[in-house]
């Protein structure tokens, strides 16, 4: 049986609670060994880096690819769906198996972050918005609304202010594009001196909702943060075609509502306030 590492474990815990990651790792490890029997897979292993899904790596159908196995959370349902539509921008998709939680794909060569390649946080950014443009331009698959979803609720939810509340629903509102929702610089791989989007979690929304990179920003100076936030957003925004107003204000947004979910007091929830603070109302 496929060992799930600890630090899955340990995550699974953290966000579905005890009894909901003991299930997900017994269901989990079983769908793995079916995967791998019933694609050939040979010399299968654990990749390191992966924070959600069992990641193998393996030899099958004559080349080196990835089995990843998402537990079953409503929220990653349509990674397949993203990879099948996003040809070219993504690995290619080779099986699918469990409705799409068992994912079959290429193995990316030498498959280095883009965080770990390109050193400055505003190169990065501008890579980042350059490729939310071709995957916003890219024909849209069928998905659900970003406003319908489980990931939106939480973030109503976890809000303290009734008026940010309803600054987030009015956001929701906009459905025009797929978003790929979790997109930043370690999301992007290194395929060959071209880059590839890994990860999708696509939901039909707003374009302005793709600022993930942009939330979770590093080594934001303490003195000058409104400035250096300001900047980035900008960059970000020329690159991809997105609107800068609509574009803080998401940020701030799911900033403040990820730091309500987060660990009380830890050094995540004290990042993503400073980034909600920098941008005010």
Aim: proline share 5%; aromatic share 4%; glycine share 8%.
């Amino acid at each position: 049986m496929v060992a799930i590492p600890d630090r899955i474990l340990a995550n699974w815990r953290q966000w579905y609670g005890e009894a909901a990651a003991d299930s997900h790792a017994s269901d989990v490890a079983a769908r793995a060994e079916a995967a791998i029997d019933a694609w050939r897979l040979e010399g299968a292993s654990v990749m390191e880096g992966g924070e959600v899904a069992l990641v193998l790596a393996a030899r099958g159908q004559g080349r080196e690819v990835v089995c990843k196995l998402n537990p079953a959370d409503p929220t990653l349902a349509g990674e397949a769906v993203g990879l099948a539509s996003w040809r070219g921008l993504c690995p290619e998709l080779l099986g699918t198996r469990d409705r799409g939680r068992t994912i079959l794909m290429e193995r990316l060569t030498p498959g280095t972050r883009l965080g770990d390649r390109v050193g400055s946080v505003e190169a990065q950014l501008e890579l980042l918005g350059g490729l939310v443009g071709r995957l916003h331009a890219a024909p849209a698959p069928r998905v659900p609304r970003l406003a319908e979803s489980g990931l939106a609720s939480e973030w109503l939810d976890a809000l303290q202010e009734d008026a940010d509340r309803d600054e987030l629903r009015e956001l929701l509102a906009g459905d025009e594009v797929v978003i790929h929702t979790d997109l930043h610089s370690h999301n992007v791989l290194e395929e060959r001196g071209d880059w590839r989007i890994i990860d999708p979690k696509p939901f039909r929304a707003m374009a302005e909702a793709e600022i993930w990179a942009l939330v979770v920003s590093e080594d934001l100076p303490g003195e000058s943060t409104a400035r250096a936030l300001e900047r980035r957003i900008a960059v970000y925004c020329e690159a991809s075609g997105l609107d800068p107003e609509p574009t803080r204000r998401w940020t701030r947004l799911r900033a403040l509502a990820e730091a309500s979910l987060g660990p009380a007091g830890s050094d995540w929830q004290r990042e993503l306030n400073l980034v909600a603070d920098a941008i005010g109302r």
